[in-house]
């Protein structure tokens, strides 16, 4: 009776493991999954806020008070010179465009720096006082600088 009861065991030892095996793979492999949509869903986010600039900076030329068509626009990069419209897109509104983005761009990560340096995600420079230390800097540099203009006058 024993080596029946210990055969009896060791199947069910065997089916235990067996069942335990296939959970663990498959609660490893939705796991996996789960941690990979939040990166899928940040990738498309920030892939679909890229498309939005982009559209916006296209916009922003490309309309106004003097509208240029897409097919002009593409043709003026790739050198045509269209009278008027080349001067009014190349020199004053595609700077001013760009310009513009790498002012927002640049604000936006001197903001990430600044709450990471401070690990605090609500960090403000007027909440800190350096808004204050960057107003005395201000005055000092035009009392200052005033001066030195003025003696080169």
């Known amino acids: 009776m024993s080596a029946m009861a210990d055969a009896v065991r060791e199947s069910s030892r065997n089916t235990n493991t067996n069942t ?8 490893g492999a939705w796991m996996r999954e789960q941690r ?11 892939g679909a ?15 106004g008070s003097y509208t240029v068509t897409i097919l002009d626009f593409f043709a003026m990069l790739g ?19 760009l310009l513009g983005l790498l002012a927002g761009a640049s ?21 800190i006082g350096i808004s204050y230390g960057a107003s005395a800097t201000a005055v000092a540099a035009f009392v200052i600088l005033d001066c030195v203009v003025r003696d080169y006058r």
């Open 79 to 97: 050198g045509k010179t269209i009278p008027g419209a080349s001067f009014i897109v190349m020199e004053n509104k595609l700077p001013q465009a």
């Open 107 to 127: 604000f936006g990560t001197a903001g990430a720096i600044f709450q990471t340096m401070l690990r605090n995600p609500l960090a403000s420079p007027d909440i």
């Open 36 to 46: 990979k949509a939040p990166r899928r869903r940040r990738t498309l986010l920030m």
């Open 49 to 63: 806020m890229g498309l939005l600039v982009i559209a916006l900076l296209a916009v922003n030329v490309l309309l």
């Open 20 to 27: 335990n095996t296939k959970v663990s793979a498959a609660t």
